[in-house]
């Protein structure tokens, strides 16, 4: 399937933009099942916004430790995922919805996610998509809990989002997606994620200043 090729995207603003580099996407899964169609949903959103324009990079979260406090924080799944979150400008989190929340891979990543690395705030004002898949008819409460998640890791988390119904229907055995209105849904969800990056990665440290904050540094 390559109807990538033949698609065009509109994603940046046209104000003057003060960074040059190529938006910095980390995409996160929930299901390490071999056919997990969270995953294939996360693959497909790679491709989009590597078309639109971004550096997409996947977490694989294969052997990542359930969240235990300090005990495994040295574990090199652990620490790559620091990495990447540190590098991300934007992320992507796409999980199944089991038994009607986000499945508990994708809940142990967000825990591992540091809110404070010494000044850095890693995640703090990155934007953020969510996604989920269902075996069922459309819901929404993966994503609903992920955007509650995504309020704590002080993200901000884009209106548009995506949630597949019976995904079992909706992808190719190549693991593409096919052309429904649930991956229109996927492409507008990555349109949006890359307008609020544009605007709002440039703006970072005035976006993320509290008054609080300035208020406890000056005492
Ligand atoms: C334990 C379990 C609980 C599930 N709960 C729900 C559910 O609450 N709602 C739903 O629509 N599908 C539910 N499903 C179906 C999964 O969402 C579906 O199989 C999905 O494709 C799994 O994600 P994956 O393909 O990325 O592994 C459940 C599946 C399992 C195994």
């Given at each position: 399937?390559n109807?990538l090729e033949?698609e065009?995207?509109?994603?940046i603003?046209?104000?003057?933009?003060?960074?040059?580099?190529?938006?910095?996407?980390?995409?996160?899964?929930?299901?390490?099942?071999?056919?997990?169609?969270?995953?294939?949903a996360?693959?497909?959103?790679?491709r989009?916004?590597e078309?639109?324009?971004?550096?997409?990079k996947f977490?694989?979260?294969?052997?990542?430790?359930?969240?235990?406090?300090?005990?495994s924080?040295?574990?090199?799944?652990?620490?790559?995922?620091?990495?990447?979150?540190?590098?991300?400008?934007a992320?992507?989190?796409?999980?199944?919805?089991?038994?009607?929340?986000?499945?508990?891979l994708?809940?142990?990543?967000?825990?591992?996610?540091?809110?404070?690395?010494g000044?850095?705030?890693?995640?703090?004002?990155?934007?953020?998509?969510?996604?989920?898949v269902?075996?069922g008819?459309?819901?929404?409460?993966?994503?609903n809990?992920?955007?509650?998640?995504?309020r704590?890791?002080?993200?901000?988390t884009?209106?548009?989002?995506?949630?597949?119904?019976?995904a079992?229907q909706?992808?190719?055995?190549?693991?593409?997606?096919?052309?429904t209105?649930?991956?229109?849904?996927i492409?507008?969800?990555?349109?949006?994620l890359?307008?609020f990056?544009?605007?709002?990665?440039?703006?970072?440290?005035?976006?993320?200043?509290?008054y609080?904050?300035?208020?406890?540094n000056?005492k």
């Amino acid at each position: 399937m390559n109807y990538l090729e033949s698609e065009t995207f509109e994603v940046i603003p046209t104000q003057t933009l003060k960074y040059e580099h190529r938006p910095r996407v980390l995409i996160l899964y929930g299901s390490l099942r071999d056919r997990s169609f969270s995953r294939l949903a996360a693959e497909e959103s790679g491709r989009i916004l590597e078309k639109m324009g971004a550096e997409v990079k996947f977490f694989n979260p294969d052997g990542l430790p359930i969240y235990d406090g300090s005990r495994s924080a040295e574990h090199a799944k652990v620490l790559e995922l620091r990495e990447l979150i540190i590098w991300s400008e934007a992320q992507v989190w796409s999980s199944p919805e089991l038994h009607g929340n986000m499945s508990g891979l994708m809940k142990t990543q967000v825990d591992w996610m540091p809110l404070s690395v010494g000044a850095i705030r890693p995640t703090q004002g990155k934007t953020l998509a969510v996604m989920q898949v269902s075996g069922g008819s459309q819901s929404f409460n993966a994503v609903n809990n992920m955007r509650l998640l995504g309020r704590w890791m002080r993200m901000l988390t884009i209106p548009n989002q995506s949630s597949i119904a019976k995904a079992y229907q909706e992808f190719h055995e190549d693991g593409t997606m096919k052309d429904t209105s649930f991956r229109d849904r996927i492409v507008d969800v990555m349109e949006e994620l890359m307008r609020f990056t544009y605007l709002t990665r440039e703006q970072g440290e005035f976006l993320v200043d509290r008054y609080s904050e300035r208020r406890k540094n000056n005492k």
